[in-house]
């Protein structure tokens, strides 16, 4: 019969994927060793092997559980049943704050998913689209005519340029918070969506505001 795994073994783990995180956040995935891994969560090495095989599962790992907590969150918001925009306001407002509390794990994410086998960062990568795609159709909720013009991705992309790279300049012990950010972002798209024109992606429009007379 297989031996069952020990009471907190999964506590253990989650804090050897929390150490490695705070590791590869402050000083890269290829700088940091697993002997560092094990000094961080006081653990022996061969203890540190017993809970994961090498350094690239742990990268795996961390990449993975942050992804499917962003899933939950997107499955949770979806689950109020809101109308379209305070639908797509609680999507930024939930990814926002799930930045700053996973500051890490997000750093880890953005960076080191490079380092990944063909493999795992497929999977990885095709989870990333999934996310994406379901803020692409919040945002064409808002404005249905996006999505004809082929708008509503890009400017996800655009609403995510904005989400993803707030670690880089948002000091977490800073007078701005999370939470207080996470409207300032809501109010910005907001206020630039409603203003998008979506005949200037059609290529006649173009043509024809490209050669119009100017007024200078």
């Given at each position: 019969m297989a031996r069952g795994r020990a009471a907190g073994f999964d506590a253990t783990r989650e804090e050897i994927l929390a150490q490695a995180a705070r590791l590869f956040a402050n000083q890269g995935?290829?700088?940091?060793?697993?002997?560092?891994?094990?000094?961080?969560?006081?653990?022996?090495?061969?203890?540190?092997?017993?809970?994961?095989?090498?350094?690239?599962e742990l990268l795996a790992q961390i990449c993975q559980n942050h992804l499917q907590h962003l899933v939950d969150l997107v499955d949770e918001v979806t689950a109020q049943a809101l109308a379209p925009e305070p639908h797509l306001r609680a999507l930024i407002h939930r990814f926002v704050q799930a930045y700053g509390e996973a500051q890490n794990e997000h750093r880890v994410l953005t960076e080191d998913l490079k380092f990944l086998d063909d493999a795992h960062?497929?999977?990885?990568?095709?989870?990333?689209?999934?996310v994406v795609g379901r803020f692409a159709d919040a945002v064409a909720a808002v404005r249905p005519e996006l999505r004809g013009a082929h708008l509503h991705k890009p400017l996800t992309m655009l609403l995510f340029g904005m989400i993803n790279w707030t670690f880089t300049w948002l000091r977490p012990d800073g007078a701005l918070t999370y939470d207080a950010v996470a409207p300032m972002v809501a109010d910005l798209f907001f206020g630039g969506l409603g203003a998008v024109r979506t005949e200037l992606t059609d290529p006649a429009a173009r043509?024809?505001?490209?050669?119009?007379p100017q007024v200078s």
């Open positions: 995935f290829p700088a940091t060793s697993m002997n560092q891994v094990a000094e961080a969560c006081e653990v022996s090495k061969p203890t540190l092997y017993h809970y994961v095989r090498d350094k690239h960062r497929e999977r990885m990568v095709a989870v990333e689209r999934q043509r024809e505001r490209d050669t119009s």
